[in-house]
Structure formats: structure tokens, C-alpha cells
């Protein structure tokens, strides 16, 4: 427990517990303890309730790995539907290379997995995901229109045209999360650390990772 105040005039208190509560169990044990501080005559009330250690780091692990493999499903579901299978494959692979590149610059920064890194790599999703979709449509758009042309030459010639826009729109974005990282606060750094390093290797994962995947799966054997 933290007291919020100098004595004697300490009139709030921050509760921090090792242990997951709902939401429920939270204003029970709120209300429990300020009642023991009403029967010790302190003149004060819990003002914040937050979880840390192990048990919270878990449920937190478990609650992050559990939002990307259902966002991932879904993914691939809708550019199966939307797109085709294989542009559904190179979109998930994509997206798995920079949920992996994000998490790895996570363990050598230092910074913990806490809900802000969550929310990171979550928005991290859709913004790759967002970039994959436009070259994947522009790439389907260019194998109807041009039936007798190589896989390489449809691809290649659909990069080249929606490569200024992609580029432009991170950049843009990029210089948003830089900002925000170096001037934003404690508690929303590991937010912007991680849209910093997700919006590089999203615009790249894009470009070189899910076109190819279309290349190597359609080109003929």
C-alpha cells in the first residue's frame, strides 16, 4: 500500500497486489480495507487498485499470446475470403515476422510486457495488416488485367505502384510514434517503443514478405 500525500495529511492510498482480482473481487477487497482504515480512526481511502507481479505478468503473457492467435485466425479467414488463400498465408507470415522482430527488440530494450506493449503489438496488426491488404489488392488487380504476363513481372509492377503511398503513409506514421516515444510519459513509452519499431518492419514485412510468399506459391513448378 502507497500512501498519496505527506503526513500528516495523507488522505488516499494506492493499493498494488500480486494477484489477479475481478472486478467484483476488486471493490470487495477496496471497501474491506477502508473500512479497516475507518476502525484504526485513519482519515483516508484507497484511491487506485493495480496488479503487478508474477501472477499478473502470466495473465498478462497468456491474455497477449491468446489476442494475437485469434487475430491471426481471423486474418487469415478474411483474405481467404476476401483475397485467396495464398495472400491470407503471406499476410499471417508477414504478420508473424513482425509480431517476432517487435517482441525480440522488446527483450533487448528492456521494457516489460505490460498492457501498453500489448496494445503496441496489437495496433501493430492491423497497421502491417492494413499495408499487406493494399498490395495484395493491387497484386490481384494486375493478374486479371494482365493474364499473360509473368507472377515476378505482376508482382514486381504492383510494388512499383503503390510504393510511394506505402512509404509516404508510414513515414507519416513513424514520425507520430518517434514523437510520442520520446516525449511521452512512463506509462505510454512502451506503447510508442513498440509502434516505432512496428512500423519499419511492418512496411518492409509488406513489401518483401508477403509478395514473395504469392510469387513462390503461384509460379508454376
Avoid at 517476432?100 to 521494457?111: A, D, K
Avoid at 518517434?178 to 512502451?190: D, E, R, S, T, W
Wanted: proline content about 3%.
Amino acid at each position: 500500500v502507497k500512501s498519496l500525500g505527506d503526513p500528516p495529511n495523507i488522505s488516499k492510498f494506492s493499493i498494488v497486489v500480486s494477484k489477479i482480482y475481478e472486478a467484483k473481487e476488486k471493490g470487495r477487497v477496496t471497501e474491506a480495507i477502508n473500512d479497516a482504515l475507518r476502525k484504526a480512526n485513519v482519515k483516508g481511502e484507497i484511491a487506485s487498485f493495480s496488479e503487478t507481479g508474477g501472477t499478473a505478468a502470466e495473465e498478462i503473457k497468456r491474455g497477449t499470446w491468446t489476442a494475437i492467435i485469434v487475430a491471426t485466425i481471423v486474418i487469415l479467414l478474411y483474405i481467404t475470403i476476401r483475397f485467396n488463400f495464398v495472400f491470407g498465408v503471406g499476410a499471417i507470415v508477414a504478420l508473424i515476422h513482425d509480431v517476432m522482430i517487435t517482441l525480440g527488440f522488446f527483450s533487448f530494450s528492456g521494457y516489460e510486457i505490460n498492457v501498453p506493449a500489448v496494445a503496441a503489438l496489437l495496433t501493430l496488426i492491423g497497421y502491417s495488416l492494413n499495408d499487406t491488404i493494399v498490395v495484395c489488392d493491387r497484386i490481384r488487380e494486375n493478374m486479371k488485367r494482365y493474364r499473360g504476363r509473368s507472377i515476378e513481372s505482376i508482382v514486381n509492377q504492383s510494388i512499383n505502384e503503390v510504393i510511394v503511398r506505402t512509404i509516404n503513409t508510414s513515414l507519416t506514421t513513424f514520425m507520430v510514434v518517434f514523437m510520442l516515444f520520446l516525449f511521452a510519459g512512463k506509462v505510454i513509452k512502451p506503447f510508442a517503443f513498440g509502434m516505432v519499431i512496428g512500423t519499419i518492419v511492418g512496411t518492409y514485412s509488406s513489401l518483401y514478405i508477403a509478395a514473395p510468399i504469392v510469387i513462390r506459391w503461384v509460379k508454376p513448378r
